[in-house]
Structures are given as structure tokens and as C-alpha cells.
């Protein structure tokens, strides 16, 4: 499974952008879908999760409200609306694919190769 983001740039506080990750697994729908973001000097951590029929989503609670991940199976593509943006959320975003719903990185198999996001204030 490779994965593709997309999507990432510069932007001011208050501004929306749009990650895209798409995926060539054969069996897009059975990956839960992840987005987790790295910023410098600082751990990976865990954004939104979805599950495979989408039915199932979670948030952290520092997106909640201003993030939203969704995805579309017949595109092999999932995808994270971030609105009011703050520089808080300046990071590389990573999308990853598992087989469950899980906060934690290690539960995650694939990953693509990051988009920067940064946010200026």
C-alpha cells in the first residue's frame, strides 16, 4: 500500500485547507484511515481516525469542531478539512492506514510521506 498526500501549504490563522491522501491498495475500504501530525522538536501525534465504511470517526480534542476527516472508497481517497487554522497546528500531516480504530501510530501499518502545513499568525 503507497500512500499520497497532497494538499499541504502556507496559510494565515483563520484560513481552511484541504489534505488529500490517496492510496493504491487494492482494499481501500477495509484500511481504517488516519491523519496524524508532526511538529519540529515535538512527537507525532494523533489528529483524526476514520473507519473503513467512514461510519466511525474520531477526533483529537485540540481539532475537534475545526477538523474534519472523510473519505471517498470509490476514489481511494481520504481527506482532512481543516478550518480555522491556527499556528498551533503548524506541522507535517501524515496519513496512515490500519485495521482499526486507534489513536496510537503503532496501530497504523502504511504511511505516506507527510505534507507540511504551516499556519502564520
Known amino acids: 500500500v503507497q500512500l499520497q498526500a497532497s494538499g499541504g501549504g502556507l496559510v494565515q490563522a483563520g484560513d481552511s485547507l484541504r489534505l488529500s491522501c490517496a492510496s493504491s491498495?487494492?482494499?481501500?475500504?477495509?484500511?481504517?484511515m488516519g491523519w496524524f501530525r508532526q511538529a519540529p522538536g515535538k512527537e507525532r501525534e494523533f489528529v483524526a481516525t476514520?473507519?473503513?465504511?467512514?461510519?466511525?470517526?474520531r477526533y483529537a480534542d485540540s481539532v475537534k469542531g475545526r477538523f474534519t476527516i472523510s473519505r471517498d472508497n470509490d476514489k481511494n481517497t481520504v481527506y482532512l478539512q481543516m478550518n480555522s487554522l491556527k499556528p498551533e497546528d503548524t506541522a507535517i500531516y501524515y496519513c496512515?492506514?490500519?485495521?482499526?480504530?486507534?489513536?496510537?501510530?503503532?496501530?497504523?501499518?502504511?504511511w505516506g510521506q507527510g505534507a507540511q502545513v504551516t499556519v502564520s499568525s
Open positions: 476514520i473507519s473503513g465504511s467512514g461510519g466511525t470517526t
Open positions: 491498495g487494492r482494499f481501500f475500504s477495509r484500511n481504517v
Open positions: 496512515a492506514a490500519g485495521r482499526v480504530v486507534e489513536i496510537t501510530p503503532i496501530a497504523y501499518d502504511y
